[in-house]
């Protein structure tokens, strides 16, 4: 099980959306150098006010390619880094990991997949109405999220558009993906 990265992406400052780069280099540990959101412990602000000791288990953020064909048939244009994602992937299925999964980036970059992103009203603010492309409900009534995965890095390396990413299950019972 595999697929690609169609695009990276970081930003040094707070900004929902971030500038494409011809490469991004992961940290163990710490995520994407040089972006905001680095770091051992959260960066995002809503995370830091509720508790500045969390683990950041935010630090890589993915988004499947796929889904800016989805929000297009709507009428949404949306990009790679559009919505602040450092990593665009095509051909995985992304929601459908489970925690623990590890993902295999170009050479040598691992990441760990932690949750999913949970969309905020930023989203809106991007384009008005997006948020309701990207949060639904399912048949049950429950909250469905398609607004791509975090992670954190296990192991360092440079990420480029055209690597390859391969899938490594965890062992036992997955755990579906919840928000984080």
């Known amino acids: 099980m595999g697929g690609s990265v169609t695009a990276v992406s970081s930003n040094g400052e707070y900004s929902f959306t971030k500038p494409n780069r011809e490469s991004i280099t992961l940290l163990a540990g710490l ?34 390619e796929e889904l800016f064909a989805e929000v297009g048939d709507a009428g949404f244009e949306v990009g790679p880094g559009r919505l602040g994602e450092n990593i665009t992937t095509r051909d995985i299925d992304l929601l459908g990991l489970p925690v623990g999964a590890l993902l295999r980036i170009g050479d040598d970059a691992v990441v760990e997949v932690t949750g999913l992103r949970n969309p905020c009203v930023q989203i809106d603010a991007f384009q008005h109405g997006l948020l309701k492309q990207v ?20 192991t360092g390396g440079v990420v480029r558009p055209g690597d390859t990413i ?14 984080v």
């Open 31 to 64: 995520g994407v150098e040089g972006d905001v959101h680095a770091g051992v412990t959260v960066k995002h602000r809503s995370r830091v006010a509720q508790d500045p000791t969390q683990p950041n288990l935010r630090q890589v953020h993915l988004i499947h």
């Open 166 to 179: 391969e899938v490594e299950l965890p062992d036992g019972p997955h755990r579906p993906l919840d928000r």
């Open 135 to 154: 949060v639904g409900r399912d048949e049950a009534g429950g909250l469905v999220r398609r607004a791509g995965i975090m992670s954190v890095v296990r």
